[in-house]
């Protein structure tokens, strides 16, 4: 878009040149008319070239204003991402947590259910081994 708008721009300070230089080639124009007209037309030349940078300038800040914008968008969406990413690997963490406390719990159930079953064990073998000793002494 701005290329068409510096092209037609172009375009009418040629079609002024074109006419001024026909007119100047007639004779009929003098010197001071043909010096006037070729400063009118070197201004308007000027202007136009001034009003194209401007709109350039203007539309190149506004799309440097929308990509920043667009930029500060993503930047949002992707810490937002990154935050629920953290508080579901949070939520994942103190699950396996409670589940390790939980097994070790279990574990240390199991292991004074063991220690107590060897514990009457050790009882019952001292008791037969007394029992033993006592038939053998009573056998002598």
Same mark, same amino acid.
């Given at each position: 878009?701005?290329?068409?708008?510096?092209?037609?721009?172009? $375009?009418?300070?040629?079609?002024?040149?074109?006419?001024?230089?026909?007119?100047?080639?007639?004779?009929?124009?003098?010197?001071?008319?043909?010096?006037?007209?070729?400063?009118?037309?070197?201004?308007?030349?000027? !202007?136009?070239?001034?009003?194209?940078?401007? &709109? $350039?300038?203007?539309?190149? !800040?506004?799309?440097?204003?929308?990509? /920043?914008?667009?930029?500060? !968008?993503? /930047?949002? &969406?992707?810490? &937002?991402?990154? /935050?629920? +990413?953290?508080?579901?690997?949070?939520?994942?963490?103190?699950?396996?947590?409670?589940?390790?406390?939980?097994?070790? /719990?279990?574990?240390?159930?199991?292991?004074?259910?063991?220690?107590?079953?060897?514990?009457?064990?050790?009882?019952?073998?001292?008791?037969? $081994?007394?029992?033993?000793?006592?038939? +053998?002494?009573?056998?002598?």
């Amino acid at each position: 878009m701005p290329r068409m708008t510096k092209f037609r721009a172009l $375009l009418g300070v040629l079609a002024v040149i074109v006419l001024v230089a026909s007119v100047a080639g007639c004779g009929v124009v003098s010197d001071q008319t043909r010096q006037e007209a070729k400063k009118k037309l070197e201004a308007k030349g000027k !202007q136009a070239e001034q009003e194209v940078k401007k &709109k $350039l300038e203007a539309r190149k !800040q506004q799309a440097s204003k929308k990509v /920043e914008a667009k930029g500060q !968008q993503i /930047e949002q &969406k992707v810490k &937002k991402k990154v /935050e629920a +990413g953290q508080k579901d690997l949070k939520k994942k963490v103190d699950d396996l947590r409670k589940k390790v406390e939980t097994g070790q /719990e279990d574990l240390e159930k199991k292991m004074d259910a063991v220690q107590k079953d060897v514990d009457e064990l050790q009882k019952k073998v001292e008791e037969l $081994l007394k029992k033993v000793d006592a038939k +053998g002494q009573q056998n002598q």
